[in-house]
């Protein structure tokens, strides 16, 4: 297939959708291609998608999006990091920063001489309190990292919660300034070239034909040209992942909002706790099978900090990924490719890889399927090591109360989770395969959170006397809290440098 690229179309205006649109138009510039976006007002979009990872600001700064004015547009708040309550067991507690944990002594990884420690039976406190970004979190303090950092404890990340629609919004208003022509209408029928099958027009509800030569499917779970035009397939990870169902609230603003997510394990899933600006939200994401739509509302309205600002919202969904994420002229972003569960917030971070990888291939003199397999294969392989990652959540809760509980404990799991789980445990080895999205700092904690503990550790820790490394263990945890206790409330930081207006 080769067509010149003059015509990109896009079906979808919901955060997939526009971030594709501000995206082709920012890099497009210049350049003799005409982007035209459907989306549907009667139909909406999903409108949860809250909470983010760091790399959302890398997005935003190569847009030459102003960070304030970014937060003040989507009432976004901070977020260090993921709070993960009663996931081990009941009653317990650890976060996933956006950072690592101690520094490094001797040349040997701080979880090594965390692990020494621990088996010599020293006081050394929770691995939680060597993390100056998780001491911040438990603090409700904000600062942004000085960089480069202070010192090496003091290297963190941050990323947002936000309003999904508005930042769809906001980055529509751009677009369209940009010259991206947006059409509001429902598409009702896809045509296929009668040659290579590939896409060549849709027809809107208006009767309107729009052709065009590139098509990014935004249109969300069902996946209208990907799937339901091209029949790609999907690849099912459900008895890996068997959360299907998520019911979702809002309630009003906390006076304190905190700066990190909160999780909370409950008997049929897991509840999360998003705080906005203006409002928090909240849902019970849960499986189906062995909890009712109705008892999973009933759970969640039971369960709030404060009082429901909106009408509960089910939604539903089947956890996995298109077979392939770009097939013929088309390429799937967003809940279109696929959708792994809310867990760690990694779909608005694939949105952005997945532009990253349409703007690496780019067609530009038309499709080259060498290319088109390589973006497919990097494809998988990110969202295969996201599911590990996911997977080892349920895996290695201890949790006995639930049926979810019960069966993810003793499921069989991906060989390449296997893996690393053997060797974590065998020695705290940590391997990286290719397109990892979440990096040794995160399986640590959620290895140290979920009490993995390593049966041996680098011999190489045994070098560094036992009173010094209670000294050095000692040192950071007081230096972190001394830093962490002097940093501002999250709320003032915020009233001071990016309040959402009131007017
Ligand atoms: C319960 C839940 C919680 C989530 N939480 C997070 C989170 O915390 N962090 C995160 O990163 N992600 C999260 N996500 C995922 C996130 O919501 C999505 O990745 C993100 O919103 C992108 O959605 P989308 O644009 O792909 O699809 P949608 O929002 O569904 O948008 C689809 C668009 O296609 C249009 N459309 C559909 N059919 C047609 C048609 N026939 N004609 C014209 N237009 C059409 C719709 O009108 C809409 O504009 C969550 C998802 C769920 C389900």
């Not at 503990?453 to 006397?465: F, G, N, R, S, T």
């Given at each position: 297939m080769s067509r010149e690229l003059t015509a990109i179309v896009i079906v979808g205006g919901g955060t997939a959708g526009w971030m594709a649109a501000a995206s082709m138009a920012h890099y497009l510039r210049g350049k003799p291609v005409t982007i035209t976006l459907i989306e549907s007002s009667a139909i909406g979009t999903v409108g949860v998608g809250e909470a983010t990872l760091p790399g959302i600001r890398n997005f935003n700064a190569s847009l030459g999006i102003d960070e304030l004015e970014f937060i003040r547009a989507t009432q976004a708040t901070f977020k260090l990091g993921i709070e993960f309550k009663d996931?081990?067991?009941?009653g317990e507690s650890f976060m996933h920063p956006f950072s690592g944990a101690g520094v490094n002594l001797s040349g040997v990884g701080f979880h090594h001489h965390y692990n020494r420690a621990r088996q010599q039976g020293?006081?050394?406190?929770?691995?939680?309190?060597?993390?100056f970004s998780a001491q911040m979190a438990k603090q409700n303090r904000f600062a942004q990292p000085q960089v480069p950092p202070?010192?090496?404890?003091?290297d963190y990340k941050y990323a947002f919660h936000f309003d999904a629609i508005a930042y769809a919004n906001f980055l529509k208003q751009r677009a369209v300034s940009q010259g991206v022509q947006a059409i509001d209408a429902k598409v009702v029928d896809v045509g296929l070239h009668s040659d290579d099958g590939s896409i060549q027009h849709v027809t809107l509800d208006t009767g309107l034909q729009i052709a065009g030569d590139f098509f990014i499917d935004c249109?969300?779970?069902?996946?209208?040209?990907?799937?339901?035009?091209?029949?790609?397939?999907y690849d099912d990870w459900s008895h890996w992942l068997p959360v299907d169902s998520a019911v979702a609230v809002a309630t009003s603003p906390s006076a304190s909002p905190t700066p990190y997510t909160r999780t909370t394990a409950r008997t049929g899933g897991w509840q999360w706790r998003i705080p906005l600006q203006r409002r928090v939200g909240n849902g019970y994401v849960y499986c189906s099978q062995w909890l009712s739509d109705d008892q999973a509302r009933e759970d969640l309205l039971s369960n709030l900090d404060a009082a429901p600002v909106s009408t509960p919202k089910t939604l539903k969904f089947t956890t996995g990924k298109r077979r392939?994420?770009?097939h013929k002229n088309c390429v799937a972003l967003g809940l279109a490719s696929g959708f792994l569960e809310p867990l760690e917030s990694t779909s608005i971070a694939l949105i952005q890889t997945g532009l990253s990888r349409l703007l690496q291939f780019f067609p530009v003199n038309g499709v080259v399927p060498e290319e088109v397999d390589e973006a497919n294969r990097l494809f998988s392989l990110e969202m295969e090591r996201i599911r590990d990652f996911l997977i080892l959540h349920y895996y290695a809760s201890k949790r006995d109360d639930g049926e979810i509980w019960r069966y993810c404990r003793t499921m069989s799991i991906p060989d390449t989770l296997q893996k690393k789980i053997a060797l974590f445990r065998s020695r705290g080895h940590l391997i990286n395969f290719e397109l990892e999205s979440f990096d040794n700092n995160s399986w640590l904690a959620i290895y140290n959170g979920f009490r993995f503990?390593?049966?041996?550790?680098?011999?190489?820790?045994?070098?560094?006397?036992i009173p010094l490394l209670e000294k050095q263990l000692n040192g950071m945890r007081e230096s972190i809290q001394q830093g962490a206790s002097g940093a501002m409330s999250h709320a003032a930081f915020i009233a001071k440098h990016c309040a959402v207006s009131l007017a």
């Open positions: 996931w081990h067991r009941l020293l006081d050394i406190g929770s691995y939680d309190d060597y993390c202070v010192n090496a404890l003091a249109s969300g779970f069902r996946g209208l040209l990907i799937e339901q035009a091209l029949q790609t397939g392939k994420f770009w503990e390593p049966k041996l550790y680098d011999l190489a820790a045994d070098q560094l006397p």
